[in-house]
């Protein structure tokens, strides 16, 4: 069984890891541990390589916070261009595994007051009502009338990440 340390507590982001995990190893192939680490980036991080940079750190943190764990997984969603995203990085003793997820364009309304320094989080549940939405269905649940969660996404995302660790041609 492996032992999968994932840089979060957010419960989309683990549930994405653990579905991703039992999809490519199999239905309990895996242990998850949770813990709490710095990004090393603001809360509301802005571009594609602050967002990458926080999620790499992340997993640089997870792995001295436990350092003998088989797999270190971080998320860390961002905004760029409008539009809302995460990166994936996961690693283990030998190699790294990184993915984009899929973006959604945000309404200006919203993107107005995440300029103005405000998290997309509490923006949006502020905007729905929805107390801390960003560990729930998300902005993408909103705007996607349910047919996707922040869960489904990351899940994809983390499914990518670890394509090199399954599949030999990577090695």
């Not at 509490?122 to 009338?145: H, L, N, Q, W």
């Not at 349910?146 to 990440?161: D, E, F």
Request: proline share 5%; hydrophobic share 40%; with cysteine.
């Amino acid at each position: 069984m492996y032992h999968v340390v994932c840089a979060t507590t957010n419960p989309s982001k683990i549930n994405a890891i653990l579905q991703a995990f039992h999809d490519i190893y199999g239905e309990g192939s895996c242990h998850i541990e949770s813990v709490v680490v710095e990004s090393g980036v603001p809360e509301q991080p802005f571009g594609n390589i602050e967002t990458r940079t926080g999620a790499r750190s992340r997993v640089i943190n997870a792995r001295q916070v436990r350092p003998k764990a088989d797999f270190w997984v971080a998320i860390e969603a961002g905004i760029d261009e409008g539009s809302t995203f995460s990166w994936v990085v996961i690693e283990n003793q030998a190699q790294r595994g990184e993915a984009r997820s899929a973006t959604l364009p945000l309404p200006e309304v919203i993107l107005q007051k995440v300029k103005a320094g405000e998290a997309l989080g509490p923006v949006m549940s502020e905007y729905t009502g929805i107390d801390k939405i960003g560990r729930k269905e998300g902005a993408i649940g909103v705007f996607t009338a349910g047919k996707l969660t922040r869960s489904s996404v990351y899940h994809q995302a983390v499914v990518l990440a670890l394509s090199p660790f399954h599949n030999e041609i990577y090695r």
